[in-house]
């Protein structure tokens, strides 16, 4: 009877199975929340399904198909592209920058840091709703500034929100200064845990400035540099919201995301089968990009 009783408390007590206990809610929760919806996504890209209808008739691949030889589909994928890489590359810069500033003691500090967390924590779609004032082309606080600098004439104010160029580039600006603060925050901890021991071997070797950056900080700072690059990746390539709200794809389709393309098709079109394709494309590139990332940052944190 003894044996018998102190068997199922061992068993509670054993460190796999009490793991597997103690993660298997979050990860039930987890498999309804996302995987349900991707499996009826992926079923629906198989069928020519339409508002109103969870379910339609089985075309296969058609949908892909389609969608291939659309050319506003293939320049969504370019835009995508451009869309997500610009701005990681201006998050990853800029952050660094910030990053290496903060960490250090001054006066205001804090309020700093408070200030460049508040983007990350309003609400997207608000923001997004004043920078379309901040964009508009007869009240533009931009061009406001740009006037009052003699830097253009009150007759030749730029459009930023209708031309293809300055449209793109308003908004990778506006999605850059969105996932910033995020960024800053994963640098911050990155340098705040390099030890000081090595800042102070670093400068008994003479390296200062930028040479102790790129020998020292950089190195140490590169698995979770590339984990903030992925996580910046991943909300930008799935977002809709800033492009959709500043510009819903235009001018011309010349914003036009995978995000919002696939919305306008499936939401707005009600060509749902062929929205949810659409949508899908960016589940192997993301998946192939996650997968690389993460082995380079084993890699970089393994040396």
Same mark, same amino acid.
């Given at each position: 009877m003894v044996g018998s009783t102190r068997r199922p408390r061992y068993l509670a007590e054993r460190r796999g199975l009490l793991a597997t206990l103690l993660i298997s809610p979050a $990860?039930? @929760?987890?498999?309804? /929340?996302? #995987?349900? =919806?991707? #499996? /009826?996504?992926i079923y629906l890209s198989f069928t020519d399904a339409t508002a109103g209808s969870l379910s339609g008739k089985w075309v296969g691949l058609g949908n892909y198909r389609s969608a291939l030889h659309d050319q506003i589909f293939r320049d969504a994928i370019w835009h995508t592209v451009i869309f997500t890489v610009i701005s990681q590359a201006v998050v990853i810069v800029c952050a660094g920058l910030l990053a290496h500033a903060l960490v250090r003691s001054f006066r205001g500090r804090w309020a700093l840091r @408070?200030? +460049?967390l508040l983007p990350w924590a309003a609400p997207v779609a608000l923001t997004s709703i004043g920078f379309l004032w901040f964009y508009d082309p007869q009240a533009s606080i931009f061009n406001w500034f740009l006037v009052h600098l003699h830097l253009v004439d009150k007759t030749q104010l730029p459009n930023w929100l209708g031309t293809p160029r300055a449209a793109m580039s308003s908004i990778i600006t506006v999605q850059a200064w969105r996932i910033l603060p995020f960024a800053t925050v994963i640098f911050l901890a990155g340098v705040s845990s390099i030890p000081q021991e090595v800042d102070d071997a670093a400068? !008994? *070797?003479g390296a200062t400035g930028l040479r102790k950056f790129w020998y020292v900080s950089l190195p140490l700072q590169l698995p979770i540099a590339i $984990?903030? $690059?992925l996580f910046g990746i991943v909300f930008t390539a799935t *977002? !809709?919201?800033v492009p959709y709200i500043l510009t819903n794809g235009g001018p011309f389709n010349s914003t036009q995301v995978l995000t919002t393309w696939a919305f306008q098709t499936g939401i707005?079109? #009600?060509? +749902?089968?062929?929205?949810?394709? +659409?949508?899908?494309f960016m589940? =192997?590139?993301l998946a192939l990009v996650t997968v690389g990332m993460l082995f380079f940052a084993r890699r970089a944190e393994v040396t």
């Open positions: $990860v039930l @929760f987890t498999a309804l /929340l996302v #995987g349900v =919806p991707l #499996g /009826l996504a @408070f200030l +460049i400068a !008994m *070797d $984990v903030a $690059v *977002d !809709m919201i707005n079109a #009600g060509n +749902i089968g062929e929205g949810a394709a +659409i949508a899908l589940l =192997p590139l």
